[in-house]
């Protein structure tokens, strides 16, 4: 399947794949274009670009996260071409939408012989580049639970230079009216990360600092990042305390502003 083709001609062109038969599903018609709201949910189709995505007033308002992610996304250049759909499907650990998706409880609409199935996003994605898609099946739409009460999500990442580069780590992190904080982690481990606050240690606002910090020490411990080109593993688990930090306090300014609105 070519969406955007900015991951499948890269292998194409190091010859990591070969398929006989390469199908562009912009020249499907059947895959309907577009960003709409159904069933309380938004609907993204896989011919949907990260430029699209970022302009759509509907996704700025609802699901700001997920903008500056989508936003972060290569260049100019790249996210003219680049589908959300396309980054979640290529299975990066390193994918800079997949956290924001995992946070918002999205899922992604599968289309084969037997009809249509839905699968949470975080479930679709099995590991490095693998992805619960069978042979017949493609990816037609990503799906979006609208949320009914406040909500205030972010996220942000850490590059090893500014411009284009793939992430180091990324995080997204949301926060709903109970106050306790779900985190998605990227680039840590093959498939994202979510961790959720239980006991509230580490999101609530009236707690000490040190015991904000302890919460949020056992928080990310729980991941075990590697060290590779990008990073070592004791600098992602640095960062990761840090974009936790400045995205949970993000989050909560949004959640606030939620409730000033409604
Ligand atoms: C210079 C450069 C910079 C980049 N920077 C970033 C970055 O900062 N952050 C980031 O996350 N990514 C980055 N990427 C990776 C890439 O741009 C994204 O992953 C992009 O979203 C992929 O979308 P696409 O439409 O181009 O996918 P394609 O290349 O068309 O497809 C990717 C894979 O998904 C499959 N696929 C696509 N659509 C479907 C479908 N509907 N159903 C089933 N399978 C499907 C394809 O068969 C292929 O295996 C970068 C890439 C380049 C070349």
Not at 91 to 104: E, G, H, N, R
Not at 227 to 240: K, Q
Request: proline share 4%; with cysteine; glycine share 10%.
């Amino acid at each position: 399947m070519l969406a955007g083709g900015t991951d499948l001609t890269v292998g194409l062109r190091h010859h990591l794949i070969a398929p006989k038969v390469v199908i562009d599903l912009k020249r499907i018609n059947d895959i309907a274009a577009g960003i709409e709201i159904t069933d309380g949910s938004l609907r993204i189709s896989a011919k949907t670009t990260m430029a699209k995505l970022v302009r759509n007033a509907l996704v700025q308002h609802h699901f700001p996260a997920l903008v500056e992610a989508a936003d972060v996304v290569g260049s100019p250049q790249i996210r003219n071409r680049a589908t959300l759909i396309g980054n979640i499907c290529n299975a990066s650990p390193a994918a800079d939408t997949v956290p924001v998706l995992c946070v918002y409880g999205a899922s992604v609409i599968v289309y084969g012989k037997g009809g249509e199935r839905e699968v949470a996003v975080v479930d679709f994605i099995q590991g490095n580049r693998k992805i619960d898609l069978q042979r017949g099946e493609l990816v037609v739409a990503v799906k979006l639970p609208i949320p009914k009460t406040a909500y205030g999500a972010a996220f942000d990442r850490v590059t090893r230079r500014r411009g284009v580069d793939l992430a180091t780590v990324n995080l997204c992190c949301g926060i709903g009216p109970s106050g306790r904080a779900v985190l998605a982690l990227g680039a840590v481990s093959p498939r994202p990360l979510l961790l959720e606050d239980a006991d509230g240690a580490f999101s609530n606002i009236d707690a000490a600092a040190a015991e904000r910090m302890a919460g949020l020490d056992g928080l990310v411990g729980q991941a075990a990042p590697i060290s590779d080109v990008r990073a070592s593993a004791d600098y992602r688990r640095a960062m990761l305390k840090v974009l936790a930090e400045r995205t949970l306090a993000h989050a909560q300014d949004r959640l606030q502003e939620w409730g000033q609105n409604v």
